[in-house]
């Protein structure tokens, strides 16, 4: 003697509720799979060490000090030193017109 499909339902309905799971009679792709996995955002945040504070830090917490940043000075310098030789980075264009992109003619 063969069960009305609907009292079948009825029974993994409720089977769901005992245990925990979930209620899903046609079979759908609902990602609950994923939904269950253990979240990988702590994991992920503790394998990269913490940031330490840094000299644009400090200069931020205390305005009214005078500091030297030995590293940005350097770099600074190397940049006035390429720029005196004419290897530095070329001017930013203002307009569109300036730009080369639209100076060029087209082909056919």
Same mark, same amino acid.
């Given at each position: 003697?063969? /069960?009305?499909?609907?009292?079948? /339902?009825?029974?993994?309905? /409720? ?12 079979? !759908? #792709?609902?990602? $609950?799979?994923?939904? #269950? ?8 945040? %503790? ?8 000299? @644009? ?8 000090? =005078?500091?030297? $940043?030995?590293? !940005? =000075?350097?770099?600074? =310098?190397?940049?006035?030193? +390429? ?5 530095? %980075?070329? &001017? &930013? @264009? @203002?307009? %569109? +017109? !300036? ?5 060029? &003619?087209?082909?056919?």
């Amino acid at each position: 003697m063969a /069960v009305p499909r609907s009292r079948v /339902v009825d029974l993994m309905k /409720v089977q769901c509720g005992i245990f925990g799971s979930i209620f899903n009679p046609t079979g !759908e #792709r609902l990602g $609950n799979k994923v939904l #269950r996995q253990r979240l990988r955002g702590p994991a992920l945040a %503790a394998y990269y060490p913490r940031r330490v504070a840094t000299f @644009k830090d400090l200069q931020k917490l205390y305005p009214g000090f =005078e500091t030297y $940043n030995d590293f !940005e =000075e350097d770099r600074l =310098e190397h940049i006035l030193i +390429a720029k005196s030789r004419g290897k530095g %980075a070329p &001017k &930013k @264009k @203002k307009t %569109a +017109a !300036e730009s080369k992109k639209f100076n060029t &003619k087209k082909r056919k």
